[in-house]
């Protein structure tokens, strides 16, 4: 997963090689960057336009990595060998893959509001389109809603995830 970098797009249409840093927010969450350069990430980072995927915290600092270089055009990218006799989850992995979680349910669901509750009783019982639905309920309506047999899932998404990706 790349990283969630506002103002990499422009430079990288421009570069056929791209850097990639390991980078880590004030929050602790480890995350790659895509950079032309580290002059590049330098300029971004000054600007304030590098925040971390996770909690679009903008105080960022670049981690001891060894080097990678991604190549453009379809030559593929140098990386380190994945020869590993079984996965290993880590901060960084779980950290990635409910990023892609939840962009995924961002993607493919109509956000409701504080009608959550009130729309995912009417999908239920046939009175509104069958669609994925996100929103806003409260505890007790959270419960009410499980208890008539509706199948609801709290999932905390991080205002960052509602704003349009770059």
């Known amino acids: 997963m790349g990283s969630h970098v506002r103002g990499a797009q422009r430079k990288w249409l421009h570069s056929n090689v791209m850097k990639v840093l390991d980078l880590q927010c004030a929050n602790k969450h480890i995350f790659e ?39 453009g055009g379809g030559r593929g990218a140098i990386e380190p060998s ?14 990635a893959a409910w990023a892609t979680v939840a ?39 959270t419960e009410s809603l499980i208890e008539e047999g509706i199948a609801v899932m709290p999932l905390e998404l991080p205002e960052f995830l509602k704003r349009p990706l770059q």
Request: with cysteine; charged share 25%.
């Open 33 to 71: 960057g895509w950079f032309s350069s580290e002059a590049d990430f330098q300029e971004q980072q000054g600007q304030g336009l590098v925040e971390c995927p996770v909690c679009a915290n903008a105080t960022i600092e670049k981690m001891l990595s060894a080097p990678r270089l991604n190549f």
């Open 82 to 95: 994945r020869e590993v006799a079984s996965p290993v989850v880590t901060a960084h992995s779980l950290q």
């Open 103 to 141: 962009r995924v349910v961002m993607a493919n669901t109509d956000d409701v509001g504080d009608q959550f509750a009130e729309e995912a009783r009417k999908i239920h019982y046939g009175e509104a389109k069958e669609r994925g639905i996100r929103g806003k309920a409260s505890r007790a309506e």
